[in-house]
């Protein structure tokens, strides 16, 4: 399976990530991460690059997105073959509310690929 | 969100507890500040009905139900609960959200709703925070949820304009010292 991670910069999703990379290395998946720009921070795409790169490792690709992120987001996943889009999804308000954000929710609404939210 | 709106003009005073009261169903109930009520708490959550869930809470299951009342019942909690017959009827929570803010949530037992507790409750609890200096009060709440949405906007609840999947509300709450608008 050809998966790609969704990493918006000031997200809580590295754990998440962290999970992804070892269960593709694991069943033979093949992983992209894609960094987007989150709707809170401006910039970091680069910061954001290189803990990405230093949590996947070497051999699972990780490449910066400008632009609206859930609509790029979409686009490669459809335009490059993905079979899968990942998002972190684990997000809680202090009162321990699930919460969806404004990617995901984009992502959801708009995408044909089969979307996994992360727990 | 650091940039959460909030109305101008404060909301209150609000009654504070403890209110002894008779719902809408002729039941006695007691709404009071939440003290060493964890089991009560946690039988009523075990009971409750998961159709009601709101956004993954409460959650599923005796021991997540215990980690999440561990975790409300903290020290920058106001936890009311609205009691009757010895067992637990309702109860609301407000967490701080490490800005100044409090998350709010609320939750009667299928068994008592439509009674006006949830009212009284919410309510009571808004009175218990403000007394204790409390100003800024928030919740989401899923869109399609009508009879919330009423409840909260009848309290002084207003739409920040934040709207992802929930619709995100918030309060000022008035200070007990200070003059009412």
Known sequence: ?119 | MTDRGYPDTPAGPFPEPPIDWTDEAGRDIAIRVCQGDRESLIEMYTDFDPAERAQGIPPVGESAIRDWLDHLLCADCYNVVATHDGGVAGHATLVGDGEGGYELAIFVHQGYQDAGIGTKLLEALLGHAAADGVERVWLTVERWNKPATYLYQKVGFESTGAEDFEREMSIRLAQPDAPTG
């Open chain 1, 1 to 119: 399976m050809k998966l790609l991670f969704g990493l918006a910069t000031g997200a809580d999703s590295l754990e998440a990530l962290e999970r992804s990379a070892s269960r593709a290395r694991e069943v033979g998946d093949d992983l992209v991460v894609a960094v987007l720009e989150g709707p809170d921070e401006e910039g970091g795409l680069k910061a954001t690059a290189e803990r990405a790169r230093e949590i996947v490792g070497e051999d699972i690709g990780v490449r910066t997105v400008e632009g609206h992120p859930g609509s790029r987001l979409v686009e490669i996943a459809e335009s490059e073959g993905f079979d899968r889009i990942l998002l972190g999804g684990g997000e809680q308000s202090p009162m321990g509310k699930i919460r969806i954000d404004s990617i995901a929710e984009f992502v959801l609404l708009n995408s044909h690929v089969s979307v996994t939210l992360l727990r």
